[in-house]
């Protein structure tokens, strides 16, 4: 019998082995198939024909041959995925410990799965039974009767705990249960468009032509390719023009893919500002020299380009990517998110026109679906995308360059809890590709690999055009409290700096990585704070909306005006965020045009985008923000970047707070003085000394990374050793305490030398949308036998291993 290797998308589960019935060709790995699973037809890829030394995990379950089922169908006689990206789904699934469905769904486009749908039929028994009914069973029989086909997902919606209701039912025979296929369907769009015939294209002097029809004529001579309708209509051609011409036979109507664009419409800024033809600096050119070298050995290799801010290291990439390009091969360029920064697709669209295409998390699935079919059938030479385009069907990479390596939105923070960096690097050294991880801050990771000669170290330690770097002042916040009492936002300093801008129309960006109006609501009465009922985190007041929220699950509620527990009308609120110093910067400068970007007003698509251009074209002189507005942008007229608490992340139980800290400051102020004129920074802080402000306020990065490392090495955390974070999840905190203790104890055996457990301990958010969390870390310098160790753990207990969280490698530990 002929067997192959399935992955369907489900959480958890390993690949699935199936028959191929007789008559069916092998499916190649990467084609779709049709599988039976449970009472479910399903949509899965073949990603193995197994062999006797098979890579993929067996999983515990897999059933003995003769319960092998048959594929129902073969879908693609081509892979679908690309080989080579199964084989990465397929790492990732193993590394990051997830099923391997789910790690191939991370890579598919939309509207690649096809589906059955359980649908429901009353049968002639069931019509003649309905009166006899009761209850749910009747309600159910009424809902069907006439012979309507129903989907048990709506009848769910109407009635709960219908399931058992229709497993009843049909146990009886008096309803049958189906299972049709759904979304088979070409999700392409097509349009229409004109073109001029041969005749068309001749002299038509002769003919007698309306004014509307020669207009027609004339747009379409000067445009060889054809005008879609939609842009015949914009100017003024209606319908019935054409199809009088058409009739005539000088005009064809043809219908084309139409390509979902998503620049189109994009309000970012100029699409190509830069001016052309800059000449490099020298260590610029110094290091395009020997990237261009290296790309051109057609082998795995792994450079860190370590560039200050405004050094140009955008530039370095485009003429990178164009001579890799240019030898035929495929390029990727990974940035963190597109959204925050659409500059930078916009510059590789204006360089590479066409044969580029874009791909992240804010397209429509219709958007993604026709980007993604483009890579594939090889339309295109350059993708630009977030996090998951490391899994884009490109053919023959040549070059992958992760922009802001360090930057954390990398890491995905659910299942699979892949880093995109990481996995970069994986399919650069299968391809044998050149990669490039990009950043002022480099992760302590990246610069540790480059110490130790595993990666190539390039850096770029002056600014383009001799520019200085922003001059940084720390201005103390105890000294201000002391001065002017604890209720000072803005200081005296950054006061007179954002007038001094005003007065000479410069801009300023003030930095507050904290959302909201205030952070806790207090009962001066009873001492009582507003919490979340689902998290262990107090609410933060929205005041524009009038609401208290939680910035983990959501949950909002309408301001109080009275103590939930003790009634009284003292509540305060304490604390303070972006929303507040909006507020206060207004106050101060009623004349100043102020804006603010974070979460709350930027939700709507494209707004980021929008304000961002205002910004650029020198409509708002104050941009206040949370860490989006410290991302890569490039405004030349910012002289100013203020900082209003800059150890906002200081305070969190995490050993990477002072390494994004120390991010967060320098890329901040590198935000400013990226033009003609200088730029200052003020950064406001309790802690002057801690040496991630001291380290970024003289943006000298060696020295933070010596202190940090020395940190990580004493306290055993990443990149000193390999980390694991499990988080169990439970109903009570005892219950997670007891779990995770569980799992601890099965680690803590003997032999398990070369690897620590710690914990349980619970987790620094106890609590998190209504569950309790315990923590244990597993450290050690062997990551593979740790995860297999924790894997073979919770085989033994899969409730256990539905509630648990296995995070390898982890960004943040909260
Ligand atoms: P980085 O990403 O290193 O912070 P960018 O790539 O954004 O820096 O470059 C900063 C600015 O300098 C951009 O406006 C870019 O067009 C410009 N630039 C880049 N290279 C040069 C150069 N050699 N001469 C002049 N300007 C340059
Ligand atoms: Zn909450």
Known sequence: MRTIAVAVPVPGLGPLTYSVPDGIPDPAAGARVLVPLGKRTMTGIVVQLPTPNSQLPTPNSQPPTSDVKPVVDVLDAEPFLPPDVVDLAAWVADYYACGIGEAIATAMPPRAWIESERRARITDAGEARLLAERGPRRQVLESLTGGRLMSVAALARKSRGIRGVLSGLEADRLITLTHPLKGAADASRTMRVAVLTAQGGEDLAGMKLGARQQQAIDLLRAAPEGLPLGAMADEDIPAGTLDRLSKLGLVAIERRRAERDPFEGAAGPDRDARPKDLTLTAEQQAALTRLIDRAARHAYHTTLLHGVTGSGKTEIYLRLARAVRESGRGVLLMVPEIALTPAAASIFRAAFGERVAIQHSGLSDGERYDQWHRIRRGEVDLVVGTRSSVFAPIANLGLIVVDEEHDGSYKQEESPRYHGRDVAIVRARAAGALIVLGSATPSLESYHNAQSGRYELVTLRRRVRDRPMADVRIVDMKAEYAADGPGVIISGALREAMSARLVRREQAIVLLN????????????????LECPNCSVSLTVHRAAARARCHYCNHSSPLPKVCGKCAGPYLEQLGFGTERVEAEIRAMFPQARVARVDRDTVRRRGAIAALLARFARGELDVLVGTQMIAKGHDFPSVTLVGVISADVGLGVADFRAAERTFQLLTQVA?????????????????????????????????????????????????????????????????????????????????????????????????????????????????????????????????????????????????
Not at 741 to 753: T, W
Not at 778 to 786: D, F, P
């Open 514 to 529: 904290r959302r909201g109006f205030a952070t806790v609501v207090f009962c001066r009465q009873c001492g009582d704070t």
């Open 670 to 814: 590198g935000r400013s003085g990226r033009g003609e004129m200088a730029g200052e920074a003020i950064v406001q802080t309790l802690y002057p000394d801690h040496y991630s402000i001291r380290h970024a306020s003289r943006q000298d990065y060696e020295a933070f990374y010596a202190e940090e490392l020395h940190f990580r090495r004493a306290m055993h955390y990443p990149p000193c050793t390999a980390l694991i974070n499990v988080i169990v999840k439970a109903r009570t905190r005892q219950g997670a305490m007891e779990d995770a203790g569980g799992i601890a104890r099965g680690l803590r055996v003997p032999g398990a030398a070369g690897r620590k457990v710690l914990g349980p301990a619970p987790a620094p958010l106890g609590r998190l949308k209504g569950e309790h969390r315990a923590q244990i870390f597993i450290k050690g310098a062997q990551r593979n036998a740790m995860r297999k160790a924790l894997l073979e753990v919770l085989e033994a207990r899969p409730d256990l291993k539905r509630r648990t969280i296995v995070d390898v490698d982890p960004m943040s530990v909260l």
